[in-house]
């Protein structure tokens, strides 16, 4: 945690913030600042600064803040991610967040399967506590949208075939060309499976515009392969 | 698991080999094959093909194996990593093999925590372990070399600074320049802990001839930032 986010409603008009719970944990005993200390805080939805630990008992820390610093910028950055494993999910949560992406869709694809769907991984409370750990990393208070698209071809057919304001790619290594670099501009990016997408999805991505992209000879991990594209194209 | 490596010893002359533990286990239950069906093989350290399951008893698959094809090329690139959490060094060798980096040396830093060294995580068959993982994630057969470098001064001083035939990277968020993209040639990259290197061995790299790059204004994870840093510069 490079910054503790709080919530609007724990701040009073004059930038006082109770801390108790486990960020109060984590505050005292990974970071190791109690009375007297100063740590970076943002507005969660809201603008960064600094804040001061003014009083501190064995339940609560209270906090004097000063919020002067917007939030580091994101760029106009929208991935199509078909819905891994839970594990994997709440981890990418996590980078995708951290390297500023703006909108996440979890989307369905053939090779998901369908028992992912009902993972807690997906319950909102789930997805912004790992939304949450990417923010307070990365120093960032906006939280990425992050919604869900159960069915695959109305979602590319009818949302992201008309997107012509956007530089879209599919990631797949049957691509034709190599992944970019330091592409300029609104983005979306659909990342596939492991195993990848199946041709009939290769075909729909084509036929909305999508260009195929790889990443070389080599079979990467969703998690590995996410995170390579997102860099190339310049996130983060 | 996209290829399932074999050692050496076991595989006859004639190319037929006896598939039985944990690997029988994987290749029946979560590949889903057995008597008939053909999978892709590597032997450690050599080639690749395919082979067929010939026989199949409760204890063992026999293989017939046919290995026609080199391993997929590696970047001659080398990454200096300090030694992250335990956790994150299984996932990371896995990451990075698969990636196809050369060589991995990990050594110390002023932000590693000295518990990390005593880590069962470090001890030989563990290291295997995570870049066996990464090498039949990949498809690759060679694995790359691992090292360890408790002191950080005389390993930079006295086999870094002389290596004129590499470009030299340092990763670090005060890097004066972004991290370049698609670099040619032999490469060495130095990835710091969690929190980034301290003054006194940003110069110790700067003396060395490294150049410090960064990846932006975000603070990111050891885990995410090595992998963006690996796939800007081209390597994957």
């Not at 760029?75 to 909108?103: K, N, S």
């Not at 998901?112 to 912004?128: M, N, Q, R």
């Not at 304001?165 to 670099?181: E, F, I, S």
């Amino acid at each position: 945690m490079n910054l503790l986010l709080l919530d609007p409603a724990q701040i009073d008009p004059d930038g006082r913030a109770q801390v108790a719970g486990p960020a109060l944990v984590h505050v005292r005993e990974v970071l190791g600042k109690d009375l007297g200390a100063t740590l970076r805080v943002g507005v969660l939805g809201g603008r960064r600064g600094h804040a001061a630990v003014v009083a501190s008992t064995r339940e609560a820390l209270e906090l004097m803040c000063t919020f002067d610093e917007d939030s580091p910028p994101k760029r106009p950055v929208e991935l199509v991610l078909a819905l891994p494993r839970p594990p994997v999910l709440r981890r990418l949560l996590a980078h995708v967040t951290a390297m500023g992406v703006q909108r996440i869709v979890l989307c369905h694809s053939a090779r998901v399967e369908k028992s992912y769907w009902g993972s807690p991984a997906l319950h909102s409370a789930e997805i912004d506590a790992h939304v949450r750990l990417g923010l307070e990393q990365a120093c960032d208070t906006i939280p990425p949208q992050v919604e869900i698209r159960m069915k695959l071809r109305p979602f590319v057919e009818d949302e992201l075939a008309s997107r012509l304001d956007a530089r879209r790619l599919v990631a797949d290594p049957t691509g034709g060309a190599a992944c970019p670099c330091d592409v300029e501009g609104p983005l979306v990016i659909a990342v596939g499976p492991e195993g990848g997408w199946v041709p009939v999805e290769l075909g729909l991505w084509a036929e909305a515009g999508f260009e195929c992209v790889h990443l070389g000879p080599r079979i990467l991990r969703v998690e590995t392969a996410l995170i390579a594209v997102l860099a190339r194209l310049g996130v983060a």
